[in-house]
């Protein structure tokens, strides 16, 4: 119904991204947002829907291929056993494997958000994903290095998939890419950088 109203998290499932990332979002006024009177967030169905139709207006063919052919290539990597010979890989067992093939995912999801907004809603679902990537190697006992190559093992995929879909010439416009590539480095290293910011606070017992 096209007034039903969400909750925090079923905006996050719906947009693809984190629930802090809705979160942050609404606080900064980038999504339409309620208030109930617990202080609790809620969303009308409308709003984020009008919301997705502005979003998918904008011209993000390009993100879309690139985030395509990163996700089949991630596929691909993983039925390779490509992961398997990453020394950070082989410490995890099954669950902690599937929660970093989860944070694969997620990586992409977001990569597509940057493609399409601005600074400060890319900002924020980078330093989710940053988070993510510390809070999860923190807990499965990878080392700040460990985390490091774990997060960089998935960025380079991604950038590998730039350059087969350029490679392709599926895009034409130099100035195209020029952005694009401007926006993925600035999101891949706001992501790396949260992530070695949160490691510093767990190792000086911040948490």
């Known amino acids: 119904m096209p007034d039903e109203w969400l909750s925090l998290g079923d905006v996050a499932n719906l947009l693809g991204v984190h629930p802090s990332t809705v979160r942050s979002w609404s606080d900064q006024g980038h999504l339409p947002v309620h208030r109930t009177q617990g202080g609790h967030r809620r969303y009308k169905n409308s709003d984020i829907e009008m919301w997705l139709q502005y979003h998918q207006d904008q011209d993000v063919d390009e993100g879309s291929l690139v985030v395509q052919n990163a996700l089949k290539n991630t596929r691909l990597q993983v039925s390779d056993g490509v992961l398997e010979k990453e020394l950070w890989y082989q410490k995890l067992d099954e669950a902690a494997r599937a929660q970093y093939r989860y944070s694969g995912r997620n990586l ?32 499965y006992g990878l080392t700040v290095a460990e985390a490091t190559r774990a997060f960089m093992f998935f960025r380079n995929v991604l950038l590998e998939s730039l350059l087969a879909v350029s490679a392709s010439a599926a895009v034409h416009s130099p100035d195209a890419w020029k952005e694009m590539l401007r926006k993925i480095t600035n999101f891949t290293d706001l992501i790396q950088i949260t992530l070695l910011e949160t490691y510093d606070g767990y190792q000086r017992g911040g948490r």
């Open 108 to 139: 992409m999801q977001g990569l597509l958000v940057t493609l399409s907004a601005n600074g400060p809603v890319a900002d924020a679902e980078a330093r989710s994903l940053g988070y993510e990537y510390a809070s999860r190697g923190w807990r």
